[in-house]
């Protein structure tokens, strides 16, 4: 049995190439689902951005009518009548007035306002650059002219208001033990919190619990003002822990010092200071 013979293969012969159709696979005439999805999601995109633009940036037009809507009730126009007395208090916003006029009259409005600020600013510095005597030789005089006010106006003084007898205290001490129980451990834990402070963190704004040391925010400009101590004193003088009081009235006494030049918040220095030294001269009336 003979075998067919085998070719080189150079000699074999290769098929020639069909020219005229492409020799790629036939391309998909339609998408498949999660590309429609993908390019619906692209099209909502651009929709939604679209129409954010619209109605969120800024327009020139839509702020100039609203200030021309709003500028007469926020400060309001004085239409005078030369026939009429009365007509000086009357008020119009927005109605048949000059609008000329209305905008010097505004103007004029915040020249006044910026002078009085500019007024104030002045005052302060020229008190900040005396010394501390002329400071509290001011400080005295108005004291002085408000208890002479005072003594006049002593005979009609309000009568206090009366104390309701509450009829579970009894001596200032609750008869129900276990309020007795809760007020102590709340005491237990204020000079918990008070002995920590001033073993760590004394003369500091704040203490961190965790790492046991003082810490000042940035809220009253980082300057070591004891705003733990000024803000504790009325608490304190409630609960009768005398000595711990006394601790922070002679902290006060010897070292609270506002001259100093930080940006600080005007709350939380109502709150804390002047809130905290008001409420204990007034508890112990010591200054």
């Not at 600020?117 to 002085?144: P, Y």
Request: aromatic share 6%; proline share 4%.
């Amino acid at each position: 049995m003979t075998t067919p013979a085998l070719l080189p293969i150079t000699g074999r012969r290769i098929p020639a190439l069909n020219l005229g159709t492409s020799s790629f696979a036939h391309h998909r005439a339609t998408l498949r689902l999660s590309e429609k999805f993908i390019l619906l999601l692209i099209l909502s995109a651009f929709i939604t951005l679209c129409f954010g633009a619209f109605f969120f940036l800024p327009d020139s037009s839509k702020h100039k009518r609203f200030d021309l809507g709003l500028e007469d009730v926020l400060i309001p126009h004085i239409e005078t009548d030369k026939g009429d007395k009365n007509s000086g208090n009357v008020l119009i916003h927005g109605e048949g007035h000059d609008e000329h006029r209305h905008r010097e009259e505004e103007e004029q409005l915040r020249n006044k306002i910026r002078a009085d600020h500019e007024r104030a600013l002045e005052e302060a510095k020229e008190k900040l650059k005396k010394s501390h005597d002329e400071i509290r030789a001011l400080i005295q005089t108005e004291k002085n002219k408000l208890l002479e006010e005072l003594k006049k106006n002593e005979n009609q003084a309000l009568p206090l208001a009366p104390v309701p007898n509450l009829p579970e205290i009894k001596n200032g001490d609750p008869r129900d033990p276990d309020i007795r129980q809760k007020r102590e451990k709340i005491k237990e834990m204020m000079k918990h919190a008070w002995d920590n402070y001033k073993q760590h963190g004394w003369g500091h704004n704040e203490l961190k619990p965790i790492a046991r040391k003082g810490h000042s925010t940035n809220i009253f400009g980082n300057s070591q003002m004891g705003a733990t101590i000024v803000d504790a004193l009325d608490t304190l003088y409630i609960m009768g822990l005398m000595e711990e009081f006394r601790d922070g009235q002679e902290w006060v006494q010897n070292n609270l010092d506002f001259g100093v030049n930080a940006e600080v918040s005007v709350f939380e220095v109502n709150i804390r200071f002047i809130g905290g030294l008001l409420a204990a001269f007034y508890l112990s009336g010591q200054e």
